[in-house]
Each structure stands twice: as C-alpha cells, then as structure tokens.
C-alpha cells in the first residue's frame, strides 16, 4: 500500500506534499509523488530541466526525513488527474492526496477540472489540502 501525491511547484502542491508525508508516517507506508505533464509545445526542454531539478529537491527533503519514496514524472500526454487515478490504482493506493487553490466566490462554484475529476472518478479516497 502507498499514499499518492499529486505535486506541482506551488504553495497548494507543497502543502499537499507535506500533508502526505506526515500521512506515511503516520501509517508507516510509502509516498509515491507523481508529478503530471501533458508535454507537447509548451513543454520546452527549459522547463523540462526546471522540474527535474524541483523533483530533485523534492526527492532530497523525502530522503532526509527517511521516508519510502518513490518520484515519478509523468509526461505522456494525459491529463494529471488519469495520470493520478492511473497510478493509485495500480499501487492499490491508501489514498490521493492534492492541493486545492483557493478561489474566487464565481470560481467556488466550479472546481479545478482536474481536482474535480480526481475527487469524482478516483476509486479510493482522497484528501484535498489548501495551502496556508
């Protein structure tokens, strides 16, 4: 069994990566971080480099509190949430972990595509951290 994390360089991702760690633990179970791209144009070698070098700072913080971990970037052209989904189903997850932004009152009424796909489609639980 492991905990699955949803992780972007951002205030709601660290928070939602913190959160995770604490779960494991907490259970004494693995992190499996996940980091989701869909590639393409956009997705230029510079920023490539710019997230390898964010997982790599990510994967040192893991390795120092001596967690089980495993960091996995994702650019195969799916959207993060299937990317997500995906993996804690194949790893039987505990649960997905992600960060959620705060919103605007309009924005309120609509969640985040992939937030929402992963809370509705996700075949185990999942925990969604604001960021503080």
């Not at 989701?36 to 510079?46: E, P």
Request: proline share 2%; charged share 30%; with cysteine.
């Amino acid at each position: 069994m492991a905990i699955v994390v949803g992780y972007v360089a951002t205030k709601e991702g660290r928070a939602a990566l913190k959160r995770a760690a604490e779960e494991c633990v907490l259970r004494k179970t693995k992190l499996i971080v996940i980091s989701s791209h869909r590639g393409g144009r956009d997705f230029d070698a510079t920023e490539a480099t710019r997230f390898e070098a964010e997982l790599s700072r990510v994967q040192q913080v893991l390795e120092e509190q001596g967690l089980e971990h495993e960091v996995r970037q994702l650019v195969r052209g799916n959207d993060p949430a299937e990317d997500l989904i995906s993996v804690a189903e194949q790893e039987k997850a505990t649960f997905i972990v992600i960060g959620l932004r705060r919103r605007s009152p309009v924005g309120k009424l609509i969640l985040g595509s992939n937030a929402q796909r992963i809370l509705l489609d996700a075949s185990c639980p999942v925990l969604a951290v604001k960021a503080d």
